[in-house]
């Protein structure tokens, strides 16, 4: 069983920037391949963003495409979502999700994941 814990939400002024982080604990998160996805309140869950085993391919939603980055590290046992250039309508529980991949897919279903993060709140102010 994988467990996985966010952390770096927060609340950050309309402009600003946020850094969200995953780790799972129990075991190395090495062959999976790792996604992030937000719900704001009445909304269905949404992809942000998605990164393959090796960090060799990304991908990422439309409306957050130029602002956020998504990159792990491997020997840290940790993946990352740079946000930048934050919008009110970011405001939101941000979830990260695991699911075994060797390969170089990237997935960006919610039912295509495993495991998923108890998930960090971030939201920005206008």
């Known amino acids: 069983q994988v467990q996985l814990v966010e952390s770096g939400g927060g609340l950050v002024q309309a402009g600003g920037s946020l850094r969200l982080s995953c780790a799972p604990s129990g075991r190395t998160f090495r062959l999976y391949s790792m996604g992030w ?16 085993w090796s960090g060799g391919t990304t ?14 590290d491997n020997a840290k046992n940790t993946v990352y979502l740079q946000m930048n250039r934050l919008k009110p309508e970011d405001t939101a529980v941000y979830y990260c999700a695991a699911v075994p991949s060797s ?3 990237y997935y960006t279903s919610v039912s295509e994941y495993t495991y998923w993060g108890q998930g960090t709140q971030v939201t920005v102010s206008s």
């Open 59 to 72: 991908g990422y939603g439309d409306s957050v495409k130029g602002r956020f980055t998504i990159s792990r």
């Open 103 to 105: 390969g170089s897919m």
């Open 37 to 52: 996805f937000r719900q704001a309140p009445g909304k269905e869950r949404e992809f942000v963003s998605a990164i393959s």
